[in-house]
């Protein structure tokens, strides 16, 4: 199996600061990783997918990027509605494998 | 618009049978160019993948789960269904279904049933 590490765990951030998180894999996933947002009580919610490929209705602020084993995502001027835990998951080959997620809260 | 909803026990007894269904609205399975997925979260810990299904029926299991797994359509209902033998506390989680965009990634979630095993 792949596994998928996130980092930071945790990330305590202001409004408006521009934030990355993480995601390296065990081995290269070319670019087959989408990322997810989950909010308390809720499903998850697809961000993107193919590393950047940015789902219709994610606002502008969220972009991804890297390839092989270390996939990224940033989030320009964090917003309140932003403040969640975020997961990637490979899909480079089966079992598709998750991150462990990375909490963004208020600082 | 697409919406998935699970239905199943909330509690179940360990070494029974888990039977979860995802009925879906506003999109039909049958002959849809995307897969049909299940995944679970214990609580507080992160996503796993369980298992998916094509429009044809070919599945795809997670390997840990492989040999207690079984995923199925119902495309006369419109519905989706997994089956998980043996259960143990080890299984108690909030169970998603999902749609599989690309046989890959999950663009449009249900809400999720958390599933309880305990005696």
């Known amino acids: 199996d792949i596994h998928m590490t996130q980092s930071p765990s945790t990330l305590s951030a202001s409004v408006g600061d521009r934030v990355t998180i993480t995601c390296r894999a065990s081995?290269?996933?070319?670019?087959?990783v989408a990322w997810y947002q989950q909010k308390p009580g809720k499903a998850p919610k697809l961000l993107m997918h193919?590393?950047?490929d940015v789902e219709g209705g994610v606002p502008s602020r969220f972009s991804g990027g890297g390839s092989g084993t270390q996939l990224t995502l940033t989030i320009n001027s964090l917003q309140p509605d932003d403040f969640a835990i975020y997961y990637c998951?490979?899909?480079?080959?089966?079992?598709?494998?998750f991150g462990q997620g990375t909490k963004v809260d208020i600082k | 618009q697409i919406e998935l909803q699970e239905s199943g026990p909330g509690l179940i007894k360990p070494s029974e049978t888990l039977s979860l269904t995802c009925t879906v609205s506003?999109?039909?399975?049958?002959?849809?160019?995307?897969?049909w997925g299940w995944l679970r979260q214990p609580p507080g810990m992160p996503l796993e993948w369980v298992g998916s299904?094509?429009?044809?029926?070919?599945?795809y299991y997670t390997p840990s789960l492989d040999s207690r797994l079984i995923i199925s359509l119902d495309t006369s209902r419109n519905q989706f269904s997994l089956k998980l033998t043996s259960v143990s506390a080890a299984d108690t989680a909030i169970y998603y279904c999902?749609?599989?965009?690309?046989?890959?990634?999950?663009?449009?979630w249900g809400q999720g049933t958390l599933v309880t095993v305990s005696s």
């Open positions: 999902a749609r599989v965009r690309g046989a890959n990634w999950f663009d449009t």
């Open positions: 506003g999109d039909s399975i049958r002959g849809s160019n995307y897969y």
């Open positions: 299904v094509s429009s044809s029926g070919s599945t």
């Open positions: 081995q290269s996933v070319d670019r087959w």
């Open positions: 193919d590393a950047s």
């Open positions: 998951q490979q899909y480079s080959s089966y079992p598709w494998t």
